[in-house]
């Protein structure tokens, strides 16, 4: 190597270094993903007021008084803030704190709305719950469990034997053959006879 190829490579590492020298440090930026932030009811400015001449009314977790179960109850004048209305408009969705994702249903009807003539908003219904499982019987297994009871016959009544019963016949008495004449005049000879002894024996 001659000395104006070593003075030519020891120029371009000097360029190359330079370079390196005076380049800006690249900084790492990380970028934080969004949480998400549920909005409050309470921001919109609109509320209900419970104005049913009941105590108080239910308040269901979705537009349902069949569907649904009740999270919890409204007091007559109680007030809540409105996210907005079922797609129907019976039912107005609230912010109700007890209901598992702090939302509830409340039937139109027995609310107002303020500030009045508000357009709400169409919220969807939750999910339908799922009725709890009931439990089927296989009707095989169970034949093998019915016991069939063994009926018991009943004693039978048999009537006594007939006592033999003797028929008494009274005997004819003796004069029942002697014909009624022949007996008067039997007494007839005997008085007469008695009466003739009586005179003999004076």
Known sequence: MNKIQFQLLLWTLSVLLALFATAPASSSTFVLAQQPTQTSAAASGVFITVITEEPQINVRLGPSSTVYPVVGILLRGATAPVFGRSPGGDWIQIEFPSAPNGRGWVYSPL??????????????????????????????????????????????????????????????????????????????????TGFLLSLLRR
């Open 111 to 192: 609310v107002q709305v303020s500030p009045a003539g508000v357009t709400l908003q169409i919220m969807e219904p939750p999910p339908t719950p799922v009725p709890p499982a009931t439990s089927t019987i296989d009707p095989t297994l169970a034949a093998q469990f019915i016991v069939i009871p063994t009926s018991t016959r009943l004693p039978t009544f048999t009537p006594p034997p007939t006592l033999v019963g003797f028929d008494y016949e009274p005997s004819p008495p003796v004069l029942a053959g002697i014909p009624w004449a022949s007996m008067i005049i039997a007494f007839g000879v005997l008085g007469i």
